[in-house]
């Protein structure tokens, strides 16, 4: 496969694009980027590498965390999360109160808000430093070890938490965050507001490729595989709140976006792959990012369908 | 890959399983079924096959139907199908009217009641004998013209018409029915109503995977690639209604179930495969079938993810 | 009290009125009416009356049938009809069918569509000859056999059907529906299409007022006072759909409205007062009758509380 | 009207009463009380009084602080209330968040929790001293100064906060509270937390009667009557959550409930009354206190219907 002369040509297909999305201002931090930024990497199983634009650029990369938080969570407790948020898409927008009231507290899944608060609870109940631990896990798995929190984005997000506070302290009413609130917003926060760039998220979300034993050697921290299967389906079907079965048909790989613009995806045979462009479409994810990724699946005919 | 050798397995593993799910009998018809079938087909994409049990007994294939209908609608029409039907996962039961109403008839799915009832009624639109030439087409795609509709079932569900009824009626209150409600059930209900076996419905579900240059000869039917990659991706995201996230996450492939027991899943670069087994979860989704495709897939170590 | 001069100073304190109502076309028959016809009857416990404009002009009482059938079907049947219908307000517009979906089939109350069509089809079960023995119910309670249906308006009922035919049958499917849907509907929209005039409407709920010893003769179809105490009850907790708050808060009278642009209320210790203005505001209310009627009970100083 | 006689035939009737209700436990203080306690106030708007039981022991009156919050603040700003809480029955429980997000912050009526968290923010806002300045007037309306906050109910709630900061956060999110989440629970909790006898809140609830011109001296703190038909108005329709249909079908007056087992009811014109039982229904509202009242309108054949 050309990957090179394929991103060249999804590049040169894009230039005129007319981007009808806008940019997140609910956090003001968030809304200082520049929207025209566009980043791109791409990272084989095999080792090659390809970028395009801005992509060693490190943007907020929100709810994109909530996989690495996810999986940090499955290496310390396997099983017991499972009983505490399900594994359904939600059909709702990221930050729904509805369904968690009708479902008891139990969270549709983990890249939903809820789920995500839950998730941050179970990691805060089994580190010693939440914030430190996190931080160190993500330099690792990205491999950069000047990785680090905005604090100034974490500290905009606790000042609008009260979407957020209210979702778990309903949880905390259903018993199911068994920390003080405030503690784990500062935390989740904290999760969101962690910079990163293309190529350090590619990077990162390595870990859920299935490597053969000949390439084994290179990503040693990759997830089990058992493991790697669920959390890829979950990216599959919940990872674009209402929009996952768009991205699922329209692009047909796991992936997880953020509000800070940043997508990832990846085939678990064949890539991850990064993609930043911070106007987001009005499901809140990047309307760009979208547009390449579906011209990169279809133009190399790959995915998981 | 030992095929042979892993289904084996499976079924010694599964042996003394309690199933504890129940068989169908809202369509009295459907209880009469023994409860104790079981049947197994692989369909390998290099033309091999492989089977367990009553793998050539016939059943009532349901709401496996909506697979088959949806690939001939879009045969005929291929954009225009999406302005009436969304592609997003419910997270609702399947014959839910609640999201429809707040989404003014515009179902979240074509593998829902109410989706399935949009695609039928473009079909009834397109087809001069809608009944006869929808027969026809899954004749064609299994290879076998002895398929049939079981008119008894049909009958029993016209019976028992009246929750389909009501979603029918709202859509066409919404204006997203063309055709008359009853003409349109009666289709609809035939469609459920066709009798195939566990062979049948793999090699008609053939028609999905992803055949490389030399296979083609072997598969004049199959759907185009762009086409199965979004159809394969609805199965993943929405084929077991508000179970759809479970099925991802324990199995792992694109599939679609019917309250008749039956089950098809597939690997788009390997295999098609039908299950079938009567007692039903209390989703609505067989459930020594969904066990026998969780043992499939992690015997194998092959899921898309 | 002196009634004559309240509605004297109500009609000069209207009579420049911008009204931003619009007339129900959603039956278009319904659409054809004149929008500014303005008719108003006050029919008195001691047997004065007062009218102004065109009060004895005929209109489509459409839902305001809903309470003459509930007395009638009251009449046949006290006690199992509240197995069938809850008394609650339903805080959701009047053809939702969410509710319903969630409560499994059994209505909010009697005032809704899905509660009125229960008690519909409690009639039918008792009735010899349903819509010539309900009219006849009608005419008698109202003192004027020339009272009929609009038969152009229950066929314009007929051709728009879709949504009240959904609430049936998905009761139907529920089992709180009895008798043929078509059937049933064709009843229930001959109740709604009922013309009568502002003087015919309070003549008929008189029956539903508190008469004393001395003036009992002249009301010998008053309801017992215990039925009319509910019947009262639930005009005003749900006679206005989900405006019922506003108008108890702005008025506070038991009343019911119907889309022809009908309102008629009353207090059980004075009157039953109708008021017709056909546009309606955005719940489906007249627009000015409610205003006229919240002037009525201000400057009378008398409201049930 | 011989209320004694009356009073003592619904004690005789209900000597025998098996009482399926349950004490409120959800917070820990609440648990504490005897589940046989019973008092009963009736206080004439001519100035009569008649009792039963402990009619002058205190009890936690919860919810009904609602009404006189409501009151009150009515008292400082009339019209702005109305703009950030509606006048609807909200059909759901007590304490949900879901029409709430539906409704974008705004609470159906303020006797639902959330409605009475904007009532209480409004108050703050207006008041030097909230917690001091609500206990003065209720003592003044109640006419005794020895009434005051139970300070262990109130932390014991500030411990459970949870579903309620959940409320408050989701308001602050849309906007809708203005002051300190923690600093708004404290002081609606200490509200919830007012310790009354029946005595008393009959005494207090005296201020929404209509007094006419003579009794006008007995009652200086009464609320004007436009005002007070409206708190009335949404009493009827709202005060006993997703069950006041069936308050006001059965017993016919306005009124309101707490979980301590206090229920007020009022008729304008003639009385108002106070009864207490702990054990609640299934909805909250005290099982007996209910029974009494609906004998006690079915026997005096008076109520607003």
Partial sequence: MNYQAILESIQSDLKDYKNTGKVATYIPELGKVDSSKFGLHLNCINGNHYHLGASQERFSIQSIS???SLAFALKLERNKLWNRVDVEPS??????????????????????????????????????NPKEDFLQYVRDIAGDQSIDYDTSVAASEMQHK?????????M????????????????YFHQCAIAMSCQQLAQAFSIFLNYSKQDQSQQAL??????????????????FYD??????FRVGLPGKSGVGGGIVALHPKHYSIAVWSPPLNEKGNSELGMKVLELFTSKTEISVF
């Fill in 66 to 68: 909530k996989v690495l």
């Fill in 222 to 239: 990759a997830v089990p595989p058992m493991i790697a299967k669920r959390i890829n389906a979950l990216m599959l079907t919940c990872g």
């Fill in 91 to 128: 059909g709702d927008p990221f930050n729904s109160l509805v369904q968690l009231e009708y479902e008891k507290g139990i969270p549709r899944n983990p890249f939903i808000n809820a789920g995500a608060l839950v998730v941050s609870d179970m990691l805060m109940s089994h580190l010693k």
């Fill in 243 to 248: 929009e996952s079965g768009e991205f699922a």
């Fill in 172 to 187: 905390k009413d259903f018993k199911n965050i068994n920390n003080d609130v405030d503690a784990l917003l500062d935390f």
């Fill in 162 to 170: 009260y979407r957020n506070a209210a979702l778990a302290h309903l």
